[in-house]
């Protein structure tokens, strides 16, 4: 849709066709959401929040002008280290503050610090090549955004589809063990993109295409399982955030980092190699770093829960 949307209304379709479904998610939250009991009623950790949103911006930024302006510009260093000191300028606000907005006590279980660093790194490869992807179809192969958006539905629908076969096999399996064997297929997937050329046949593309969504199918799902079997049912709301949080900052740097391959004394199908190589060591970064957690004790109902952030991404 997105490919379509852009083809023959322009890019800016894309986000405009997200208020009728806005206003359709609305409409089925207020007719069939029961509602919960108020809770404890907790201050709002904006301080932090704002430390938090500005460190972020800055070393994103950062890493995207990095390729205009070069490692040695005062604005990219100062950027970078203005982003790095409100980090940890922030980690002390928590660490301090008596209602933090993230309770530091959550990472030192194991399981939870392990599957968000591991959910950091995972999207940071897969969305970051989903971009890179997008740039060879068009770019590299001088498709049109339907035809390549066509092609890059094959991730999304193989994702769509065994995301339920990710959900029953941490049932039966666990999280952990789920979540390393997809990781493996994303790392093997995303090795074999890399060794395209602008005249690979779709007939080899396609089956890698699809291993990447099947491997994604395995990793999303079962992290949120993972996180919600290692906090306290209390911390349920907060875990989640944490993940998708990481997933969120994943993506940032991982579209920023890749982009800037694109450079003008690179050759298009070069960057892409080099982005999808990236992401195949990043995929095995993040198996090594979920491989420390430990196996869940128990696997909550979240194990079959959908992966809503891939499919918005993929439009």
Same mark, same amino acid.
């Given at each position: 849709?997105?490919?379509?949307?852009?083809?023959?209304?322009?890019?800016? +379709?894309?986000?405009?066709? =997200?208020?009728?479904? *806005?206003?359709?998610?609305?409409?089925?939250t207020?007719? &069939?959401i029961?509602?919960t009991p108020?809770?404890?009623s907790r201050?709002l950790d904006?301080?932090? #929040? !704002?430390?938090?949103?500005?460190?972020? $911006?800055?070393?994103?930024?950062?890493l995207v002008?990095?390729?205009e @302006?070069?490692?040695?510009?005062p604005?990219?260093?100062?950027?970078l280290l203005a *982003?790095?000191?409100?980090l940890a300028?922030?980690?002390?606000?928590?660490?301090?503050?008596a209602?933090?907005?993230l309770p530091?006590r %959550?990472?030192?279980?194991?399981?939870f610090?392990?599957?968000?660093? $591991?959910?950091?790194?995972y999207?940071?490869a897969? &969305?970051g $090549?989903?971009l890179v %992807?997008?740039l060879?179809? #068009?770019r590299?192969?001088?498709?049109?955004a339907? /035809?390549?958006? !066509?092609?890059i539905s094959a991730?999304t629908?193989?994702?769509?589809?065994? +995301?339920?076969?990710?959900g029953k096999?941490a049932?039966r399996?666990?999280?952990?063990p789920?979540?390393?064997? $997809?990781?493996?297929? /994303?790392?093997?997937g995303?090795?074999?993109l890399?060794?395209? =050329?602008?005249?690979?046949s779709?007939?080899?593309?396609?089956?890698l295409?699809? /291993?990447?969504? &099947?491997?994604?199918?395995?990793?999303?799902p079962p992290m =949120?399982a993972?996180i919600l079997?290692?906090?306290?049912?209390?911390?349920a709301?907060i875990?989640g955030?944490?993940l998708n949080?990481s997933? #969120?900052?994943?993506?940032?740097?991982?579209?920023?980092v890749?982009?800037?391959l &694109?450079?003008?004394? @690179?050759?298009?199908?070069?960057?892409? #190699? !080099?982005?999808? !190589?990236?992401?195949s060591?990043l995929?095995?970064a993040a198996?090594a770093?979920v491989?420390?957690g430990?196996?869940?004790?128990?696997?909550v109902?979240?194990a079959?829960?959908q992966a809503?952030?891939?499919g918005?991404?993929?439009?």
């Amino acid at each position: 849709m997105g490919g379509v949307l852009t083809s023959t209304l322009g890019w800016r +379709s894309i986000f405009l066709v =997200n208020l009728p479904l *806005g206003i359709l998610g609305l409409f089925l939250t207020a007719r &069939f959401i029961r509602p919960t009991p108020a809770g404890r009623s907790r201050s709002l950790d904006l301080p932090a #929040q !704002l430390v938090a949103a500005l460190s972020l $911006g800055g070393v994103t930024w950062a890493l995207v002008e990095r390729a205009e @302006r070069g490692w040695g510009s005062p604005a990219i260093l100062g950027a970078l280290l203005a *982003g790095l000191l409100g980090l940890a300028l922030f980690a002390r606000m928590e660490s301090t503050a008596a209602e933090p907005m993230l309770p530091p006590r %959550l990472f030192r279980h194991r399981t939870f610090a392990t599957t968000s660093a $591991g959910a950091l790194l995972y999207a940071a490869a897969f &969305f970051g $090549g989903f971009l890179v %992807l997008s740039l060879y179809f #068009q770019r590299v192969r001088g498709e049109p955004a339907a /035809l390549a958006g !066509l092609h890059i539905s094959a991730i999304t629908v193989t994702f769509g589809v065994a +995301s339920i076969v990710g959900g029953k096999l941490a049932g039966r399996y666990g999280p952990r063990p789920t979540i390393l064997t $997809g990781l493996l297929l /994303l790392a093997v997937g995303a090795f074999g993109l890399s060794l395209g =050329n602008p005249s690979t046949s779709f007939w080899f593309l396609g089956p890698l295409l699809s /291993l990447l969504g &099947f491997g994604a199918a395995l990793v999303a799902p079962p992290m =949120n399982a993972a996180i919600l079997a290692s906090v306290e049912p209390g911390l349920a709301g907060i875990g989640g955030g944490v993940l998708n949080a990481s997933r #969120q900052i994943g993506t940032a740097l991982g579209v920023a980092v890749f982009a800037s391959l &694109f450079v003008a004394d @690179r050759a298009p199908m070069r960057a892409v #190699q !080099l982005a999808m !190589l990236g992401a195949s060591v990043l995929y095995l970064a993040a198996a090594a770093v979920v491989a420390l957690g430990r196996p869940a004790t128990r696997v909550v109902a979240a194990a079959s829960m959908q992966a809503v952030p891939c499919g918005d991404r993929a439009r």
